[in-house]
């Protein structure tokens, strides 16, 4: 599912945002927008939400899926009732961010996405409404979070079906379940060119989609980070959340994240899938869940992220 989210990076289009209110992060390249919903009572503790890969908005939908799942907007909600405020954006190239990517995708590095969520985090930071600054990151988010976490100095790090090995070993083992040995063979040599931080001399013309020369600057850059060691160097508070039903990211992802932090609370949600609801997992019921609105997200996960924001202090 990388490798599809990859080859249709471009293809979002401008979402409405959930109820909420506006607030925008200014950056050198235009305006990320983003949605602030507040508990009922503050000052309070306000975390910052990033998404996963590919065209996924603020809600946690994307124009490739065939409906809402609304994931991310239903944890902003349901953190909210537990006296969390949130703020979670389209980022840069997606949705009502879409101006923010000028040039196109082959000037779009990884550690944009890293700048912008550090900006966010000293943006709320600054605001005295909140007292405690916390960061919670879904799927590709998760990479994105701890380490923008720990340039930012927040307050607590929160991962949510998040890899524990670097890409290129995730994208080799999806590929190796749908392409043949020859050609399994020649999308790793160009990985391992990748990882090397070279262009790859050729790619395979199937897969042009994944590996087209304009993706190329991007794949280099976020292939050159591996999420253990980056979790590995957090000295806040961190939370680790994995669901037994995900078809993306596995429990063995979630344990070597743990493995690399043994400071951090390890949390497996029973019968959570990759987008955080409850769905057992049989394909068909899988791929429902993707665009099921009417699903809520787990309540366990939920309560462990209130219960780590809630025993956070403030760093500095």
């Known amino acids: ?18 109820p909420g209110d506006t607030i925008d992060l200014a950056t050198p390249n235009g ?23 590919g065209p996924t908005d603020r809600d946690g939908n994307s124009p490739l899926l065939p409906g809402a799942n609304n994931s991310l907007k239903y944890l902003a909600e349901a953190l909210a009732a537990k006296g969390i405020a949130s703020v979670r ?27 912008d969520a550090a900006g966010w985090l000293a943006k709320l930071r ?10 919670v990151g879904h799927s590709e988010g998760s990479l994105i979070g701890m ?16 890899a524990g090995r670097r890409a290129g070993a995730i994208i080799h083992e999806q590929l190796a379940a749908r392409v043949p040995p ?26 042009g989609a994944l590996f087209r020369p304009s993706v190329q600057p991007y794949l280099i850059s976020w292939f050159k980070y591996d999420p253990a060691a980056e979790i590995a160097k957090l000295t806040i508070p961190t939370l680790i959340v994995q669901g037994t039903t995900d078809i993306q990211v596995s429990v063995a992802d979630a344990k070597a994240l743990g493995a690399a932090q043994p400071k951090a609370t390890l949390v497996i949600v029973d019968g959570m899938n990759h987008v955080m609801k409850s769905v057992p997992a049989d394909q068909a019921a899988q791929v429902k869940s993707y665009g099921d609105p009417s699903l809520p997200v787990v ?10 924001v809630a025993g956070t202090h403030r760093s500095s």
């Open 1 to 18: 599912m990388i490798a599809a989210a990859l080859a249709a990076m471009m293809l979002a289009s401008v979402v409405p945002a959930a």
């Open 299 to 308: 309540p366990q996960l939920v309560d462990a992220i209130a219960a780590l």
């Open 147 to 162: 380490i923008a976490a720990r340039r930012a100095k927040a307050d607590a790090f929160v991962s949510i079906a998040g």
């Open 126 to 135: 600054a605001d005295h409404r909140f007292t405690t600054v916390s960061v």
């Open 31 to 53: 305006t990320i927008a983003g949605t602030l919903l507040l508990p009922a009572t503050c000052p309070c503790p306000v975390v910052l939400i990033i998404a996963g890969s």
């Open 182 to 207: 020859e050609l399994l063979a020649a999308a790793d040599r160009t990985i391992a060119q990748l990882e090397r931080g070279e262009t790859p001399d050729s790619a395979p013309p199937a897969l």
């Open 89 to 115: 954006y389209d980022k840069r190239g997606i949705g009502a961010s879409r101006a923010a990517m000028q040039g196109g995708e082959a000037d779009l590095r990884f550690d944009d996405y890293v700048d």
